[in-house]
């Protein structure tokens, strides 16, 4: 079994950074796509995602504002959190989508903006 775990949450001040990471316990083969998600309060939704071959996607509300990227060799996938606001405080979740239709959950890390 694939555990993924996030790091690299906390508090911020508006306009702050944080680096969010994920690393999966053991290598996955065959990967589709890989995203980070996140809820609040209830509803859980994509922020941005990446593919195998390095294509990014970003919702609206974060472009120019997060980056996502990938290490393979370090199973890891990021998301840079750059001028970060209230509006932003959520539980981050990451997830990786593999191609025969299997994904994984990690178990999401806090984000706190607040003065």
């Known amino acids: 079994q694939v555990r993924l775990v996030e790091s690299g949450g906390g508090l911020v001040q508006p306009g702050g950074s944080l680096r969010l990471s994920c690393t999966a316990s053991?290598?996955?083969?065959?990967?589709?796509?890989m995203a980070w998600y996140r809820q609040a309060p209830a509803k859980r939704d994509l922020v941005a995602s990446i593919?195998?071959?390095?294509?990014?996607n970003y919702t609206d509300y974060v472009k120019g504002r997060f980056t996502i990227s990938r290490d393979s060799a370090k199973n890891t996938v990021y998301l840079q959190m750059n001028s970060l606001a209230p509006e932003d405080t959520a539980v981050y979740y990451c997830?990786?989508?593999?191609?025969?239709?299997?994904?994984?959950w990690g178990q999401g890390i806090q984000v706190t903006v607040s003065s």
């Open positions: 053991r290598q996955i083969y065959d990967i589709s796509n």
């Open positions: 593919s195998s071959g390095g294509i990014t």
């Open positions: 997830r990786v989508l593999v191609r025969n239709g299997n994904y994984y």
